[in-house]
């Protein structure tokens, strides 16, 4: 089990599990970044915007953790509290299959200087370490060059190309899907796979 308060750490930014007392944070966050976040995301009604809305997410997000669904992490510049961002790991599917779908946002402003390839590496560490997961899988539209550059950087291939995949934003998108499993990340960090 993952502490709530435990910090992982990066050169520029950590992650910490979001609880009920990122209520504000997390509000301030998605507001803030409403316009530049909504080509990439699924229509979010006003009402997604309101402390309550935010409130029960989070209380949401702790209940999937605590049924070991999802696990969904602030990403925090180093040295700050300030809310950067958010990444997932959601649904993750024990047994034979040991899987995660990988999620994440970042504040506008801070785009484009190598926080959410830090904070994607952290992620990795904590599914392949404490999650103990197998695989991880990411998705995303083929003109979100910037994503994509992410997953590359941190050891993700292509697998294949869904058509109309999600709804985003009002609209069916298509998205390219990205994996990465344990065996792969320890040749990319380790030099080769460990036993």
Known sequence: MID????????????????????????AFRTQNR???RPFE?????????KEHVRSLLSRWTAEREADASYSFGIFESGSEQLAGTIRLSGIVRGAFQNAMLGYALAENLGGQGRMTEAVRLILEIAFGPLQLHRVQANAMPRNVRSLRVLEKNGFRREG?????????????DHICCA???????IIRFGRFRL
């Open 4 to 27: 709530s308060y435990e910090r992982y750490s990066g050169d520029c930014v950590y992650l910490r599990l979001l609880t009920e007392l990122d209520t504000d944070a997390l509000l």
């Open 35 to 37: 316009d530049f976040l």
């Open 42 to 50: 699924p229509a979010q009604a006003d009402e997604h915007f309101t």
């Open 161 to 173: 190309y869904a058509p109309r995949y999600l709804c985003i934003n009002g609209g069916w998108e």
């Open 180 to 186: 990465i499993t344990v065996e792969d990340y320890e």
